[in-house]
Nanobody
Framework: QLRFVESGGGSVQPGGSLRLSCADS????????IGWFRQAAGKEREGVSC????????YYAEWVKGRFTISRDNARNTVYLEMNSLKPEDTAVYHC????????????????????WGQGTPVTVSS
Protein backbone atom coordinates (compact mmCIF):
# COMPACT_ATOMS: atom_id res chain seq x y z
CA GLN A 1 0.00 0.00 0.00
CA LEU A 2 1.42 3.38 -1.04
CA ARG A 3 1.85 5.86 1.79
CA PHE A 4 5.00 7.93 1.28
CA VAL A 5 6.58 10.23 -1.29
CA GLU A 6 10.36 9.93 -1.57
CA SER A 7 12.61 12.63 -2.98
CA GLY A 8 16.26 13.67 -3.03
CA GLY A 9 17.68 11.01 -5.31
CA GLY A 10 19.76 11.74 -8.36
CA SER A 11 23.16 11.24 -9.95
CA VAL A 12 26.36 11.80 -8.01
CA GLN A 13 30.04 10.95 -8.41
CA PRO A 14 31.75 8.48 -6.08
CA GLY A 15 32.48 10.08 -2.74
CA GLY A 16 29.55 12.45 -3.04
CA SER A 17 26.55 12.89 -0.75
CA LEU A 18 22.77 12.88 -1.00
CA ARG A 19 19.95 13.34 1.49
CA LEU A 20 16.77 11.41 0.80
CA SER A 21 13.43 12.56 2.21
CA CYS A 22 10.36 10.46 2.94
CA ALA A 23 7.19 12.53 3.36
CA ASP A 24 3.84 11.28 4.62
CA SER A 25 1.45 11.27 1.66
CA UNK A 26 -1.62 11.82 3.83
CA UNK A 27 -1.95 8.78 6.07
CA UNK A 28 -1.77 9.35 9.83
CA UNK A 29 -2.05 5.81 11.16
CA UNK A 30 0.46 4.64 13.75
CA UNK A 31 3.34 2.37 12.86
CA UNK A 32 5.87 0.28 14.76
CA UNK A 33 8.84 1.00 12.53
CA ILE A 34 9.84 2.95 9.45
CA GLY A 35 12.85 2.52 7.24
CA TRP A 36 14.71 2.77 3.98
CA PHE A 37 15.13 -0.11 1.54
CA ARG A 38 16.85 -0.34 -1.80
CA GLN A 39 16.73 -2.52 -4.86
CA ALA A 40 19.50 -2.56 -7.44
CA ALA A 41 19.05 -3.90 -10.96
CA GLY A 42 18.98 -7.68 -10.90
CA LYS A 43 19.15 -7.80 -7.09
CA GLU A 44 16.66 -8.50 -4.31
CA ARG A 45 15.28 -5.71 -2.18
CA GLU A 46 17.30 -5.18 1.00
CA GLY A 47 17.05 -3.16 4.17
CA VAL A 48 19.34 -0.16 4.46
CA SER A 49 18.33 1.51 7.71
CA CYS A 50 15.25 1.28 9.92
CA UNK A 51 13.95 3.17 12.95
CA UNK A 52 11.66 1.94 15.72
CA UNK A 53 8.89 4.43 16.52
CA UNK A 54 8.53 3.31 20.12
CA UNK A 55 12.03 3.53 21.54
CA UNK A 56 13.98 5.12 18.69
CA UNK A 57 16.23 2.10 18.22
CA UNK A 58 17.96 2.03 14.84
CA TYR A 59 19.24 -0.61 12.47
CA TYR A 60 21.92 -0.19 9.83
CA ALA A 61 23.12 -2.68 7.27
CA GLU A 62 26.69 -3.76 7.94
CA TRP A 63 27.91 -2.41 4.62
CA VAL A 64 26.79 1.12 5.54
CA LYS A 65 29.88 1.36 7.79
CA GLY A 66 28.88 4.69 9.31
CA ARG A 67 28.26 6.36 5.95
CA PHE A 68 24.46 6.64 6.24
CA THR A 69 22.29 8.18 8.97
CA ILE A 70 18.53 7.83 9.42
CA SER A 71 16.61 10.57 11.21
CA ARG A 72 13.04 11.79 11.68
CA ASP A 73 11.45 15.22 11.93
CA ASN A 74 8.20 14.63 13.81
CA ALA A 75 6.90 18.15 13.18
CA ARG A 76 7.12 17.62 9.42
CA ASN A 77 6.19 13.92 9.44
CA THR A 78 9.33 13.31 7.40
CA VAL A 79 12.08 10.70 7.62
CA TYR A 80 15.52 11.32 6.15
CA LEU A 81 18.43 9.22 5.00
CA GLU A 82 21.70 11.11 4.83
CA MET A 83 24.17 9.30 2.60
CA ASN A 84 27.84 10.24 2.56
CA SER A 85 30.89 8.76 0.82
CA LEU A 86 28.67 7.17 -1.80
CA LYS A 87 30.01 4.26 -3.82
CA PRO A 88 28.98 2.86 -7.23
CA GLU A 89 27.50 -0.18 -5.48
CA ASP A 90 25.02 2.15 -3.75
CA THR A 91 23.27 2.63 -7.09
CA ALA A 92 19.65 1.52 -6.67
CA VAL A 93 16.08 2.67 -6.29
CA TYR A 94 15.55 3.66 -2.66
CA HIS A 95 12.14 3.15 -1.05
CA CYS A 96 10.69 4.36 2.22
CA UNK A 97 8.35 2.01 4.05
CA UNK A 98 6.52 1.59 7.35
CA UNK A 99 4.94 -1.30 9.22
CA UNK A 100 1.99 -1.34 11.60
CA UNK A 101 2.71 -4.91 12.68
CA UNK A 102 4.39 -5.84 15.93
CA UNK A 103 7.98 -6.71 15.09
CA UNK A 104 10.99 -8.21 16.80
CA UNK A 105 14.51 -6.86 16.75
CA UNK A 106 15.50 -9.66 14.40
CA UNK A 107 12.97 -8.66 11.74
CA UNK A 108 13.21 -4.91 12.29
CA UNK A 109 14.47 -4.20 8.77
CA UNK A 110 13.00 -7.14 6.87
CA UNK A 111 11.05 -5.75 3.91
CA UNK A 112 8.63 -8.68 3.98
CA UNK A 113 6.85 -7.32 7.08
CA UNK A 114 6.50 -3.75 5.79
CA UNK A 115 3.12 -2.91 4.29
CA UNK A 116 3.17 0.82 3.53
CA TRP A 117 5.48 1.96 0.73
CA GLY A 118 6.45 4.86 -1.49
CA GLN A 119 7.22 4.77 -5.21
CA GLY A 120 10.95 5.14 -4.65
CA THR A 121 13.65 7.58 -5.70
CA PRO A 122 16.57 6.46 -7.88
CA VAL A 123 20.18 7.00 -6.85
CA THR A 124 23.00 6.63 -9.36
CA VAL A 125 26.66 6.78 -8.31
CA SER A 126 29.10 6.82 -11.21
CA SER A 127 31.99 8.73 -12.72
Amino acid sequence: QLRFVESGGGSVQPGGSLRLSCADSGFTSDYYAIGWFRQAAGKEREGVSCLSSGDGKTYYAEWVKGRFTISRDNARNTVYLEMNSLKPEDTAVYHCAATARTITAQEMCDFLIYGYWGQGTPVTVSS
